[in-house]
């Protein structure tokens, strides 16, 4: 409430003709004149009283609705932000994460096909090569028997040298068969440590191709596409929440720009009703005892009024002294209101136009 309401209120507490009871009206037609008009003012300045409260009182709740709903936005805001940076970042990073995936698992398969048709073809040649093994294996069996039979006993002793366990005519061979003894019992022993060794070849093959169809490589793609699927729908909830949050947003930044004009729009009414009440207050105020200061009085300082003005005006009648102009001082005050004015709304060649203060940028901060 404005100083000038307060005055308002105390003097309409004390009577309820606009403060004017403490006038001593003349009663002639020039103040019964003023009595209408300033009646008729009266009620301006009631309304316009009861207009003032009103509209404070609904400026404070605009306020108090465009806090509310500025807090409401900036919530808004924040959760718009979040959802969308978690969509950049985490989103974006996800997504792109299930293609490099899913091309690992791809690559995997073609490889473990590769390896499969590799193992396969490797174990068929191993049970082959175990085949001509044993194969092998019963030759130098064979030979092992034909060179310890006793009727080969001569053969024996012409190719190494030596006879039967208990003959005792040895001989040196020739030097081209000088180690066919040696010869001979390799042929018949390397066989057999070679079929063992072909054994566990073809074991070790088994247990590899075991462990390459246990591995299961081909679960991976399932895997990978239930990933994807479930990380598609978990980006599509945080791209619909976001999108959610930016409609909200929008909605709420519009709301927020209606209740900033509707405050402004109020603050202006209200400054309106101010200005016109303190301008009904002024001239009910004036109009109950009309007095200009620049009117000379009617009571006993007439006189020294009168030489004032006699002193002021030169163009007054020299027969008419007694009756000077009363209004040019008058004339004068309110050309002196033309100078303020002019000084107040017009700008001359000389006139200095205030600049506004140069915006200062605000410090560079790093981004969250």
Request: glycine share 4%; net charge negative.
């Amino acid at each position: 409430m404005t100083t000038m309401q307060q005055q308002y209120r105390s003097k309409t507490n004390q009577s309820g003709d606009c403060g004017c009871s403490d006038c001593k009206d003349k009663d002639n037609a020039t103040q019964v004149s003023i009595n209408t008009v300033r009646a008729t003012l009266c009620t301006l300045l009631y309304d316009s009283k009861g207009n003032v409260a009103k509209l404070e009182t609904k400026f404070n709740g605009e306020n108090e609705v465009f806090k509310e709903k500025r807090c409401i936005f900036l919530n808004t805001e924040k959760s718009y932000r979040r959802y969308r940076n978690f969509e950049i970042c985490t989103g974006t990073e996800l997504i792109q994460t299930n293609e490099s995936v899913k091309a690992t698992v791809a690559q995997l398969k073609d490889w473990n096909k590769t390896l499969n048709t590799t193992l396969t073809n490797l174990f068929k040649q191993i049970k082959d090569l175990k085949t001509k093994f044993t194969d092998l294996k019963d030759a130098a069996c064979k030979l092992d028997t034909a060179y310890n039979d006793k009727c080969n006993a001569g053969q024996k002793k012409a190719i190494t040298g030596k006879g039967g366990e208990n003959c005792d005519d040895q001989k040196q061979p020739i030097d081209a068969c000088k180690d066919a003894g040696n010869d001979i019992k390799e042929l018949i022993c390397i066989p057999k440590g070679l079929s063992h060794d072909v054994d566990s070849i073809f074991q070790a093959s088994s247990d590899v191709i075991g462990i390459q169809i246990f591995s299961n490589i081909d679960a991976l793609d399932q895997m990978q596409k239930d990933l994807s699927t479930k990380s598609t729908a978990f980006d599509k909830l945080i791209s619909d929440a976001m999108k959610t949050r930016k409609t909200e947003l929008d909605t709420l930044q519009t709301d927020l720009v209606s209740s900033v004009k509707t405050i402004t729009q109020v603050a202006i009414d209200r400054n309106t009703q101010r200005a016109n009440f303190e301008g009904y207050y002024d001239t009910t105020d004036f109009l109950c005892c009309p007095k200009c200061s620049c009117v000379p009085k009617d009571d006993g300082d007439s006189t020294d009024n009168n030489k004032n003005q006699q002193s002021s005006n030169t163009q007054g009648n020299k027969d008419c002294d007694d009756c000077p102009p009363r209004l040019k001082d008058c004339e004068k005050e309110i050309c002196e209101i033309c100078e303020e004015v002019q000084k107040t709304f017009c700008c001359t060649d000389n006139t200095t136009v205030p600049q506004p203060p140069p915006t200062q940028q605000p410090p560079k901060k790093n981004c969250d």
